[in-house]
């Protein structure tokens, strides 16, 4: 028995069920969102907080005095504190580990007031806006996985200090 002749019918069924059978072999990955997207969406709230200081001096309190703030896709409200300290520890760990200088000190400064009550001034927020176009381009460069680590990192760091105090 030689090889099996097919006609024009039977090759175009074979093709079609080897097409069924690679189709079936693709893995659909999910579309990536590019980093500006990423870090737009965490700097968003941030440039909320700032104008909503630069054109009235307020913010928003929860129950028991604490300054909150809201985002705008997920329409939940959260600590304000802990979210501005958490950005100045992901960028001080970028910072640190690739030996760079990035003084992100006016955004600790400003976190700090707001956790005490102090009174924020226009170079509070003056210092913070100036800030803002640096902490971009820094995290335009971040890769996906650079970032999640950096996120992460960050996470474990506020998990101890709550379990240390």
């Known amino acids: 028995m030689g090889a099996r002749i097919m006609n024009r019918q039977q090759r175009r069924a074979a093709e079609r069920q080897q097409a069924r059978q690679r189709a079936q072999r693709r893995v659909e990955r999910p579309i990536p969102v590019p980093m500006i997207v990423k870090m ?10 700032l104008k909503q200081l630069e054109l009235d001096g307020t913010v928003h309190v ?17 600590a304000m ?4 300290l958490g950005v100045v520890d992901m960028f001080e760990m970028w910072a640190t580990r690739h030996s760079k200088q990035f003084d992100v000190s006016a955004l600790s ?3 700090h007031k707001l956790e005490y009550g ?7 927020t003056d210092a913070v806006r100036a800030l803002l176009p640096r902490m971009q381009r820094v995290a335009c460069y971040l890769s996906h996985d650079e970032a999640k680590n950096l996120i992460l990192q960050t996470q474990i ?3 101890m200090e709550a379990v240390r105090s």
């Open 109 to 111: 400064r400003l976190a």
């Open 40 to 49: 737009t969406t965490v700097l968003a709230p941030l440039e909320s907080i």
């Open 81 to 84: 504190v802990p979210a501005l």
């Open 62 to 78: 929860d129950d028991q005095g604490s300054p909150i703030f809201k985002v705008a896709h997920e329409n939940r409200w959260f």
């Open 118 to 124: 102090m009174p924020v001034m226009k170079a509070d």
């Open 157 to 159: 760091k506020e998990e």
